[in-house]
């Protein structure tokens, strides 16, 4: 196989490992009413100013299924964690006892349920879409390699390495999203 073919096949692997974090790490925000730490991923505190990950600015803790114990590295950062995990609407209050802050998730109900499981397949198709425009976007970069000597058959094998890997990337997008939607639906 030719050398610029081999890079842009690796080039595309490497974009749909890409998307495929992405997508999981999306899947991951989706909270299944037991308590995780990712659930606050994206709250950022006012740090001094400075927009600040809430993970940098204290420890985050899972006692038990249904809480989260949040220990900030100073004392005078417990009203600007609350804040921000309020401003955020996550569906969760903030309880600040004076040391560290406890978050209660609340069970969910079936309907609740069933808008996550909507959720999950909205995101998941949002990966299928990455992955497929990833697709077109290495097929279109493969065929203007025959105006630098590509045989056509070359061109037709790597597309055809291109499904093949597509259709891989797609079956794991699948996976994520039946394993959340597993989880969502588990009582």
């Known amino acids: 196989m030719n050398e610029l073919i081999k890079k842009q096949l690796n080039d595309t692997l490497s974009i749909m490992d890409k998307a495929i974090i992405h997508c999981e790490s999306e899947l991951t925000k989706i909270r299944a009413g037991?308590?995780?730490?990712?659930?606050?991923?994206?709250?950022?505190?006012?740090?001094?100013?400075?927009?600040t990950a809430l993970s940098q600015v204290g420890s985050i803790n899972t006692p038990d299924a249904r809480t989260l114990l949040i220990t900030p590295w100073e004392k005078n950062l417990l009203i600007p964690i609350e804040r921000a995990i309020m401003e955020a609407n996550i569906g969760i209050?903030?309880?600040?006892d004076g040391i560290q802050i406890r978050l209660v998730v609340p069970p969910l109900t079936e309907e609740r349920r069933k808008d996550l499981v909507k959720k999950v397949k909205e995101e998941a198709e949002r990966g299928r879409i990455t992955v497929r425009n990833i697709r077109k976007d290495a097929n279109e970069k493969i065929k203007k390699l025959k105006?630098?000597?590509?045989?056509?058959?070359?061109i037709k094998t790597a597309e055809g390495e291109i499904q093949k890997t597509t259709n891989l990337y797609i079956e794991k997008v699948d996976k994520l999203a039946e394993l959340k939607e597993k989880d969502v639906m588990t009582v």
């Open 93 to 96: 209050n903030p309880q600040n």
């Open 147 to 154: 105006g630098e000597g590509i045989s056509d058959d070359e």
């Open 34 to 51: 037991k308590a995780s730490a990712g659930m606050l991923d994206g709250i950022m505190v006012d740090y001094y100013g400075n927009p």
